[in-house]
Antibody, heavy 127, light 109 residues
Framework: QLQLQESGPGLVKPSETLSLTCNVSAASISTSSFYWGWIRQPPGKGLECIGSIFYTGSTHYNPSLKSRVTMSVDTSKNQFSVKLRSVTAADTAVYYC???????????????????WGRGTLVTVSS | SYELTQPPSVSVSPGQTAKITCSGDALPKKFVYWYQQKSGLAPVVVIFEDGKRPSGMPERFSGSKSGTVATLTISGAQVEDEADYYCYSSDSTSSHSGVFGGGTKLTVL
C-alpha cells in the first residue's frame, strides 16, 4: 500500500531555509500517472497548496509562494523535496506531501488533485 | 486569485442529514473534490470528481454540483463524522491551479 513520509527539521530560524523530503514507499515515483506535491496547514487554519513536481523534474508552484519555493525529485531514492527560503513565522505549519493524479479538463488545462497524503510534519519558524 | 467559499460551520444531530456547500465561479467547468480532516490527522478524500466515492467510503457520503455551487451531503450523520471538511477545485484559466475552500467544521451532537 502506498505510503508517503515527510522528514526534516521541526524548527527553522526566521530568514533561513525550510527543507523537507517526502519518501515514497510501495510505489515508484517514476510514473507518468501522477504528480507529487506539497500542501501546508498553519495551526488552526486551512489548507494551502505549495506546488507539485513530475518525475521528470517539471514543477508548478503556487504564485503566492513561487519566489521562495524550489521543489526537486530524486528518482533513485524514490523521494521528492521542497525548499522554502526566507521563512517567517507565517510559514509555521504542518507540511504534507501528497500524490496527485492528473488529467486534462474540457478546456485542455492539466488538473491535479491530492488522493493520498503523508501524515504531515510540523515545522515551526522561531528564533 | 481564485477562491472557493464554504460556510465556517454546520451543526446537526446524529441521524440527520448534513449539507456542506462550496461555491466558486469555475465550478461549472471543473471537478470538485471533498476532504475530511479529523483532529490531528491528515485529510482523507471522501468524494472525488464531483460525486464519486472512493472504495470503502460509506454510502452516506455523496456529492453533487449545480452551477457554481457544489454540495457534500452526509445522510444520517454519525458522531464519528464530526470533522473539518474542505472542498478542492481549480481555476478555469490555467493548469495546476488547485485551491482549497476555507473549510467547514461539522459538529454532530
Amino acid at each position: 500500500q502506498l505510503q508517503l513520509q515527510e522528514s526534516g527539521p521541526g524548527l527553522v530560524k526566521p530568514s533561513e531555509t525550510l527543507s523537507l523530503t517526502c519518501n515514497v514507499s510501495a510505489a515508484s515515483i517514476s510514473t507518468s500517472s501522477f504528480y507529487w506535491g506539497w500542501i501546508r496547514q498553519p495551526p488552526g487554519k486551512g489548507l494551502e497548496c505549495i506546488g507539485s513536481i513530475f518525475y521528470t523534474g517539471s514543477t508548478h508552484y503556487n504564485p503566492s509562494l513561487k519566489s521562495r519555493v524550489t521543489m526537486s525529485v530524486d528518482t533513485s531514492k524514490n523521494q521528492f523535496s521542497v525548499k522554502l527560503r526566507s521563512v517567517t513565522a507565517a510559514d509555521t505549519a504542518v507540511y504534507y506531501c501528497a500524490r496527485l493524479p492528473w488529467h486534462y479538463d474540457a478546456s485542455g488545462y492539466q488538473t491535479t488533485w491530492p488522493d493520498t497524503w503523508g501524515r504531515g510534519t510540523l515545522v515551526t519558524v522561531s528564533s | 486569485s481564485y477562491e472557493l467559499t464554504q460556510p465556517p460551520s454546520v451543526s446537526v444531530s446524529p441521524g440527520q442529514t448534513a449539507k456542506i456547500t462550496c461555491s466558486g465561479d469555475a465550478l461549472p467547468k471543473k471537478f470538485v473534490y471533498w476532504y475530511q480532516q479529523k483532529s490531528g490527522l491528515a485529510p482523507v478524500v471522501v468524494i472525488f470528481e464531483d460525486g464519486k466515492r472512493p472504495s470503502g467510503m460509506p454510502e452516506r457520503f455523496s456529492g453533487s454540483k449545480s452551477g457554481t455551487v457544489a454540495t457534500l451531503t452526509i445522510s444520517g450523520a454519525q458522531v464519528e463524522d464530526e470533522a473539518d471538511y474542505y472542498c478542492y477545485s481549480s481555476d478555469s484559466t490555467s493548469s495546476h491551479s488547485g485551491v482549497f475552500g476555507g473549510g467547514t467544521k461539522l459538529t454532530v451532537l
